[in-house]
């Protein structure tokens, strides 16, 4: 046919733009009753209080704990889920596996990451805000069981 894969990446990049201005653009309000739709509540937990300059932000930030918790903690489970799913068809094909076999079982830990969003959002909202923390460490504790069973 033709096509390398240069021309696949620009157009998921050209169907992307797309799908930004035409459908995402239009939403974009300043506020929920811009939209007829209710205020939203200030959230008590915020990090950045007070007035919106991008100096107090970045200040408010910078001096926040619970910022570079989170911060460390997406960079070390984004590297893990990176590694894994660059090497999961790899380490399937070294243990036995065809390769069509290998690429059609690495799909399957990328899709679960879909109910698993849904599931820890429904999580967090059932539950008091209060409660994030004991939450995100039991899933920590969980995860962390997971990953050493696998090894």
Known sequence: MGVDFHAIFWLSGATIGALLLLVALPLFRNSPAAMGLPPVEQNEHRVVRGRVDTRAILSQLAASCEFWAVLLLSICCTTAR????????????????????????????????????????????????????????????????ITVAMV
């Not at 790899?90 to 969003?117: H, I, K, R």
């Not at 209060?130 to 920590?140: Q, T």
């Open 82 to 145: 990176e590694a894994f799913n660059t090497n999961s068809a790899d380490l399937l094909v070294s243990q036995g596996a065809a390769t069509d076999v290998a690429a059609a079982l690495s799909s399957a830990f990328p899709l679960m990451g879909v109910p698993g969003c849904l599931f820890f959002g429904w999580l967090i909202d059932r539950y008091d805000r209060r409660r994030n923390g004991e939450i995100v460490g039991s899933s920590l504790v969980v995860l962390l069981l």
